[in-house]
């Protein structure tokens, strides 16, 4: 299994990024997919997820409202829309694969990505 994070970058305090997850080696679609971040010198945190077929998404307290997953089974593809950004969603944002239906814990995504850096400046 190889899943490949991109867009991460530098943007401005409010501004918006997309990242994007593109996976290979797996059935996608039977898949739940979720991204997490790591902020320096920070565990890692979950910050979205979405199960098989686009059915339920799920998001961390600190991303309501601004964040939002989605995917693309075609295109073995998950997203993650990033708006009002702010200084503290600073991290290095990874995206993760799990079996489970829809996967919160970091214990239950098996693969991971690379991670991409997100940096928001004031």
């Known amino acids: 299994v190889q899943l490949q994070a991109s867009g991460g970058g530098l943007v401005q305090t409010g501004g918006s990024l997309r990242l994007s997850c593109t996976a290979s080696?797996?059935?996608?679609?039977?898949?739940?997919m979720g991204w997490f971040r790591q902020a320096p010198g920070k565990e890692r945190e979950f910050a979205a997820a979405?199960?098989?077929?686009?059915?339920?998404?799920s998001y961390a307290d600190f991303v309501k409202g601004r964040f939002t997953i989605s995917r693309d089974n075609a295109k073995h593809t998950v997203y993650l829309q990033m708006n009002s950004l702010k200084r503290e969603d600073t991290a290095v944002y990874y995206c993760?694969?799990?079996?489970?239906?829809?996967?919160?814990?970091?214990?239950?995504?098996?693969?991971w990505g690379q991670g991409t850096l997100v940096t928001v400046s004031s």
């Open positions: 080696g797996l059935t996608f679609d039977t898949y739940s």
């Open positions: 993760a694969a799990s079996r489970s239906f829809l996967a919160r814990q970091l214990s239950d995504f098996g693969s």
């Open positions: 979405i199960s098989w077929g686009s059915v339920s998404t």
